[in-house]
């Protein structure tokens, strides 16, 4: 007979627990970024939420505190919070956030530090700055617009149709070799006509891609006629959260 004592339920929640979050950082550490990688995000806080209040049930006290952070998560989600951000303020910040992947890997459906392809570099600025804003400026609205950003993938050609009212549709330039910069905001961005690369502008006439053929995010002051890039006709398009 065994003499072993019976594994009680809340070591059963710990071990759940911990493989959760080696599972979580498997996901991270992976530079590609889909509907699926998403979901089991999703369902791992989801699980690591409810593993914690079923471990902790037992203490009135930790209880109450784990079910008050589920609701305020839930409503954090579900509430339809505004944005009071001044647009300066977040225009900055994606600015700043994008040249933090500066000479980060080409790397398609890529969306991290790890490797990141050319919408996902347009993309993944913007929800970076609205975390970084949200949490500065307490804006709630900010933060759920980051992870609507985050859970709804857009490629350059949806962004370069304004899919789903997320970009503005500005003018049409023949290439930026010889676009007339003045007419250009900050943080605005270039989608080639036939909507395959997408680059964002930085503001002195320099723009920031990453450049599929470099292999890495660049950037590129203009004029210039060594960037293939710059020679193709484009639309220039401005985020909608960042229009006046």
């Known amino acids: 007979m065994s003499t072993g004592k019976p594994l009680s339920i809340s070591r059963v929640f710990v071990a759940l627990w911990c493989l959760a979050l080696v599972a979580m950082a498997v996901i991270a ?17 989801l699980g690591l939420l ?23 998560l839930a409503s954090l989600v579900a509430w339809p ?17 994008l040249q933090t992947y500066e000479g980060c890997l080409y790397y398609w459906g890529g969306e991290s530090h790890r490797g990141i392809d050319c919408s996902g570099l347009i993309r993944r600025g913007l929800i970076d700055a609205c975390f970084y804003s949200g949490v500065a400026n307490a804006d709630l609205g900010l933060i759920q617009h980051g992870l609507t950003l985050w859970w709804n993938d857009t490629s350059a050609k949806a962004l370069g149709e304004e899919h789903q009212g997320l970009t ?15 007419k250009l905001q900050a943080g605005d961005i270039a989608v080639t006509d036939d909507g395959v690369h997408i680059m964002a502008y930085l503001g ?6 990453a450049d599929p ?11 210039t006629t060594t ?3 710059f020679l193709h006709p484009i639309k220039i398009l401005r985020w909608s959260l960042l229009q006046q």
């Not at 505004?82 to 956030?97: A, D, F, K």
């Not at 002195?204 to 891609?209: Q, V």
């Not at 053929?213 to 004029?223: F, N, Q, T, Y």
Request: proline share 4%.
């Open 50 to 72: 409810v593993t914690c209040v079923a471990c902790l049930w037992s203490k009135r006290r930790a209880r109450m505190a784990c079910l008050a952070g589920l609701g305020a």
């Open 213 to 223: 053929g470099k292999l890495k995010v660049i950037k590129i002051h203009a004029p």
């Open 29 to 45: 550490f992976q530079p590609e970024a889909n509907r699926a990688s998403r979901l089991n995000t999703v369902g791992l806080v």
């Open 81 to 97: 919070w505004s944005i009071h951000t001044p647009i300066q303020t977040l225009r900055s910040s994606y600015v700043e956030r």
């Open 204 to 209: 002195d006439e320099t723009w920031i891609e």
């Open 168 to 182: 503005k549709h500005l003018f049409d330039g023949p290439d930026l070799k010889t676009l007339d910069h003045k």
């Open 227 to 229: 960037n293939g890039w």
